[in-house]
């Protein structure tokens, strides 16, 4: 890897003989060479001054080299002081100072609070690259005999752009007709564009904002015609309903894998359901009480799994009602 800028070293006591020299009018050939490092110097370090983003630690550095030993940016612990043999020790004193000392802990601050690019996992990356410098070539500083190199360590920018839910994508394809047989021929649409309405991705976003988000289809209608995009509640419902069937498998799955699962956990809460509701104002119910039970299980792989029901059972019958089917499902196996 490339250096900085160099310095030029210089010792202080060539330099009061380099005076004492001047004083007398007697230079020398090596008294030459050292006022021209001099003068070096006086330039490297005025432009070094003149740069916005220098700062008074790195120009340290580039004079007097980089430290390497590393210090610890905590205070220092000082001892504490013990009570002497036989003093008496007072309960109210040591309880008011373990409290102070948890208030400034809590007190502390916790951080910047800014989020690490990490955490971005979902944001395209577009690499920059310098139009007039690379690696390797001579530093665009006139006075700056130094030379460029790759610090590894990129400026990251992160810029944010609104977008609504779904996005719609217009493909104008052109169509040519035969004059005589009146033949159509439409183009075909580009690279990797299939011919599907609706992608995985876009079922997907619109049950993550219904059912992830908690916003309703009404809502999000609203925001996708105000945003240019107009779907309507019906057909966000249908492409839930899809997603719904792809994943039913995956949840039976689970629920054959949670019977056999070595500590279970129940809970209900109550939950308003509406075609329920309405069962009750027309007919008279045994129980008009509507849960949404949750059950996690532990498996015997160490894997946690958590299962969500909701209507008039409560969790004892849900769990009883997944353990039967279960030994159904391996009962008929088994035949």
Excluded: W
């Amino acid at each position: 890897m490339a250096k900085g800028p160099e310095i030029p070293k210089t010792d202080s006591a060539e330099i009061e003989i380099l005076i004492e020299r001047l004083k007398q009018n007697k230079l020398e050939q090596r008294d030459v060479e050292l006022i021209e490092r001099l003068l070096r110097t006086v330039l490297a370090l005025v432009n070094l001054l003149q740069r916005k983003n220098m700062s008074i630690k790195r120009l340290r550095d580039l004079i007097f080299g980089r430290r390497t030993e590393k210090r610890k940016t905590g205070s220092v612990s000082q001892p504490e002081d013990k009570p002497e043999e036989g003093a008496a020790t007072n309960p109210g004193a040591e309880r008011e100072a373990s409290e102070k000392s948890q208030r400034q802990r809590q007190a502390a601050p916790q951080g910047h609070g800014r989020r690490a690019t990490a955490q971005y996992r979902g944001a395209e990356k577009v690499e920059c690259r310098h139009e007039q410098y690379q690696a390797g070539a001579k530093c665009p500083e006139a006075a700056c005999p130094g030379r460029l190199y790759d610090t590894r360590r990129p400026n990251l920018f992160i810029q944010f752009r609104g977008q609504p839910i779904l996005e719609g994508v217009i493909f104008e394809r052109e169509v040519l007709r035969c004059s005589a047989c009146q033949e159509r021929y439409v183009a075909s649409l580009p690279e990797g564009v299939s011919e599907t309405r609706y992608e995985a991705s876009a079922d997907v976003a619109i049950v993550l904002a219904k059912y992830g988000a908690k916003l309703p289809f009404y809502r999000l209608a609203q925001m996708q015609e105000s945003c240019g995009v107009p779907i309507s509640e019906s057909v966000m419902f249908e492409r839930s309903e899809q997603v719904a069937d792809r994943a039913l498998p995956v949840y039976l799955a689970l629920k054959q894998e949670a019977a056999n699962g070595e500590v279970i956990h129940t809970d209900d809460t109550p939950v308003k359901i509406l075609s329920c509701l309405k069962e009750d104002r027309e007919e008279e119910a045994e129980r008009r009480a509507t849960n949404t039970s949750g059950i996690v299980v532990k498996t015997t792989a160490g894997h946690m799994i958590a299962l969500y029901a909701s209507g008039r059972r409560h969790a004892g019958e849900n769990l009883d009602l997944a353990t039967r089917s279960h030994l159904y499902v391996c009962c008929a196996r088994k035949r």
